[in-house]
């Protein structure tokens, strides 16, 4: 079994690295092409636009594995059935159930390396990625709205709910285009602070400069509106700098447990968590996928080569992959759209196609 599971372990991972290599060639050009055209513009140059390339591999990476396992293992698969080393094998004493034990040991690797270039490697370079963009862009534009945040805070007048908006970020990480909207609990405005950009402190506050600090008064009769003007302000809040970063950055330069930090912070402030939530159980999940993607190959092994070429096969494995990925984000808009169960929503599309490939293989063993 020792020599038989390093036959299959051989061919397999020799295929998948080389799809897997193919993929990220691919999206490293298209990359460097979208990238050039930014070239020559504040300072960017042709190195830093083949930096962000490399920067951005690690996501692709975790992103196109699945498929590549899927491929990968099909064509090894195939290639053996065509070639009658997969029949010797089955009539040497490998079972339908050692195979597929086989195939699920090395879709349990494939799967922690997933994990680890999905939650360590990818968001630490996408970040990296997202910094070195904002250095040559002199900052990062957060859309015209800006990015919202929300905070809860005591006072002695009361509890008080509070809105944050940001418009820019810079690459050593200051805010720029701060405002503060703080409303008592009957929803009165209570008090505006603008500032032109600020910092955040790890004492619980924001420091904030070239600041205007507008009051409203509100259970006073008669009192009149104060605006105050400050160079430097410090600002209380519990919006820390991790909650911040999760705002600011694409969802992409998030771990799972970011994610998982975030959506509670959200569900805390009572703001729409689902999109999260629907983010945090798919990247849990994701690694799964090569679990998955083995057991979607493991019939292709039991095809007879009139059946098919390897090259027909590889085409059908394609298709797969791609169906899955669509399946994928179409369960995730769906989720989001319905407010079904963010757990549901990210499990279903594996589920579904693990059933398939496992109809799929006892209909070959049985019939075929």
Known sequence: M????????????????????????????????DELDKVGRKGYTVGGALLAGVLDMPGH????????????????????AQSSEFTILHTGGLGPGR?????????????VLTFVIGDYIAPLSERQGVLLKSQYQGGRELGKAGAWLKDRRSTPEGDRSVSVNVQRTTADGELQGIRIFEFDRDGR???????????????????????????????????????ERHAQVQWPTSLTGDVVAAAVLPVSTMSTVELWRYSSHLTDQEQAAQRHAILFWKK???????LVMMGLALPFAYLHARSGGVSLKVFGGILLGI????????ASHLGLLRN??????????????LLMSMAAFTWLVRYR
């Open 340 to 353: 079904w169960t963010p757990w549901v929503v990210a499990a279903t599309p594996s589920l579904l196609y």
């Open 99 to 111: 195979a597929l034990l086989l195939l699920a040991g090395l879709g349990s690797a494939f799967a």
């Open 323 to 330: 169906s899955f990925v669509l399946l994928n984000n179409v």
């Open 2 to 33: 020792r020599t038989v599971r390093r036959l299959l372990y051989r061919d397999i991972c020799g295929s998948v690295i080389f799809v897997a290599a193919a993929f990220l060639s691919l999206f490293f050009f298209i990359d460097i092409v």
């Open 189 to 227: 405005l209570t008090a505006r602070v603008g500032a032109a950009r600020g910092r955040i402190s790890d004492q619980g506050h924001w420091e904030l400069q070239d600041a205007t600090v507008t009051r409203w008064p509100v259970q006073i009769e008669g009192a009149r509106l104060v605006d």
């Open 61 to 80: 990476f975790y992103e196109l594995f699945p498929i590549a396992v899927l491929i990968g293992t099909i064509y090894s698969m195939s290639r053996l």
């Open 284 to 290: 849990a999940l994701y690694p799964f996928a090569c």
